[in-house]
């Protein structure tokens, strides 16, 4: 290759990847008030107690794909949590989270079309525990994000009948990039 075509292909070779392909966000619940802002929220404690444990690898690999898997240690035993991703930061309100992260966003809010609102244009788990509070999801998708637009990944309370309505978010975690 001849010199000065080698020397103006070398910055573009020092550019950092547009995005990382694997992005791996690790915390403990704290509550939304704590003094240094948490990554990992807890808006119910009696679900996801403060101090329970939280991985999320979101792995975009694959071209065109978004891969996420997530795990929990420490929350409520023999729970099933839906989950999905959202367009706001976590914060000491519970719906500072945003609506969900849609790949063909719905004109109408909030999104209640299934034509928008199903699990082809949103990332959606379900996340059940066992006995000891002990869980792990995953979920892929045939799109990536828009830069900056999914910022947080949050579960809602899924238990209709019980303490929390269904759409209830009682944990989130803010994903890599986004604090």
Not at 45 to 69: K, Q, W
Not at 100 to 116: E, G, K, L, N, R
Not at 154 to 162: E, I, Q
């Amino acid at each position: 290759m001849p010199a000065p075509l080698a020397a103006a292909l070398l910055p573009l070779a020092l550019l950092a990847p547009a995005a990382v392909p694997v992005a791996v966000t690790e915390a403990d619940f704290d509550p939304a008030t704590a003094f240094v802002p948490p990554v990992a929220v807890s808006h119910a404690p009696d679900l996801v107690p403060y101090g329970s444990h939280v991985r999320v690898v979101v792995d975009r690999s694959v071209p065109g794909r978004t891969v996420l898997r997530m795990g929990v240690d420490g929350v409520a035993a023999g729970h099933a949590f839906p989950v999905h991703l959202h367009t706001g930061a976590c914060g000491a309100d519970p719906a500072a989270s945003g609506p969900h992260y849609q790949d063909v966003v719905d004109p109408v809010s909030p999104s209640t079309d299934p034509a928008y609102a199903n699990d082809r244009n949103e990332l959606r788990l379900t996340l059940r525990t066992d006995g000891r509070g002990a869980g792990s999801a995953a979920a892929s998708v045939a799109w990536r994000p828009r830069p900056g637009g999914a910022r947080s990944l949050v579960l809602h309370a899924g238990d209709p009948a019980g303490a929390h309505g269904a759409a209830d978010r009682v944990a989130c975690v803010n994903l890599e990039g986004t604090r």
